[in-house]
């Protein structure tokens, strides 16, 4: 799977107003290809709030 750049990632972040965690789960999802459970292992949060 592609990956998309963060510059993207994080203008799309602004456009929608995502919180900064929010922000950071996009960014982990789409610009770092990891899954669910990695994403919340990376940013120290519940595997629930990835979604």
Not at 20 to 45: C, H, M, S, W, Y
């Amino acid at each position: 799977m592609m990956s998309l750049p963060s510059e993207f990632l994080t203008r799309i972040a602004y456009e929608k107003q995502l919180s900064p965690t929010e922000e950071d789960i996009l960014i982990e999802l789409f610009g770092r290809n990891k899954n669910r459970v990695q994403v919340a292992q990376a940013l120290d949060i519940s595997e629930s709030s990835v979604r």
